[in-house]
């Protein structure tokens, strides 16, 4: 079945260690998104890529940065510059058909819960 | 700017009850809706979406939403929730403001179910 992977579920980072949060998707989906998740405040976008070899920042892109090597991954590297970066991070993508264009439906991954020790 | 609310941010109603959550959206035209619903500590699921046509939408776990564009809603509902239905439950709609081609989502409405 196709589906977006995220890996690791959990992950345990010390201060000022960069962790990279990998996320893999099998829809032929062009593209992808990562968001933060922190209680109360919803769903906030950090980078997001139309195509392969392409990506842009998002809301919250700061202490973070991406690759787009690949059509199916786009992996998401927290820096030791983010502040605060114990949250609950979430992958997505969306159809590259017309519909998928404007309605924006996204997919998802499990989401990958980061805690910094 | 267009934006998507969401009232409530945590509700109880009881195992067999009706439930309502609420959605209002800011948009000039009729947009696309989406209702994602997430488990704790897992990715958000599709519930159901509306894009034109029947106002009623159907979704699934027996959740249906009805878009109303007098009111700028697509609220959810279910005629009696299940234990298995607690869970946080976010409206979506397309961001139109950028390049992103994303969804922008309410902050959530957490369901919590009395036995």
């Known amino acids: 079945d196709g589906g977006i992977t995220q890996s690791p579920k959990y992950l345990f980072r010390k201060e000022g260690q960069n962790v990279t949060l990998s996320c893999e998707q099998n829809l032929n989906h062009d593209a992808m998104y990562w968001y933060r998740q922190d209680p109360g405040q919803g769903l906030r976008l950090i980078y997001y890529s139309q195509i392969v070899n392409d990506f842009q920042k998002g809301d919250i892109a700061e202490g973070y940065s991406v690759s787009r090597e690949k059509k199916e991954s786009f992996p998401l590297t927290v820096t030791s510059a983010q502040k605060n970066p114990t949250a609950f991070y979430l992958c997505?993508?969306?159809?590259?058909?017309?519909?998928?264009?404007?309605?924006?439906?996204?997919?998802f991954g499990e989401g990958s819960r980061l805690t910094v020790l | 700017a267009q934006s998507v609310t969401q009232p409530d941010i945590h509700i109880t109603v009881s195992e067999g009850a009706s439930l309502e959550l609420r959605c209002n959206y800011s948009?000039?035209?009729?947009?696309?809706l989406f209702w994602y619903v997430q488990s704790p500590g897992q990715g958000l699921q599709l519930l159901l979406k509306y894009f034109s046509g029947d106002t009623l939408v159907q979704g699934i776990k027996g959740f249906e939403a009805e878009f109303k564009r007098s009111q700028s809603s697509f609220n959810l509902r279910k005629p009696s929730v299940h234990w298995s239905d607690a869970a946080e439950y976010f409206c979506?709609?397309?961001?139109?403001?950028?390049?992103?081609?994303?969804?922008?989502f309410g902050k959530g409405t957490k369901l919590s179910v009395k036995p």
């Open positions: 979506a709609a397309p961001n139109y403001g950028g390049s992103q081609g994303n969804l922008i």
């Open positions: 948009y000039g035209a009729t947009p696309y």
């Open positions: 997505a993508s969306r159809s590259s058909t017309w519909q998928g264009f404007v309605t924006g439906e996204l997919f």
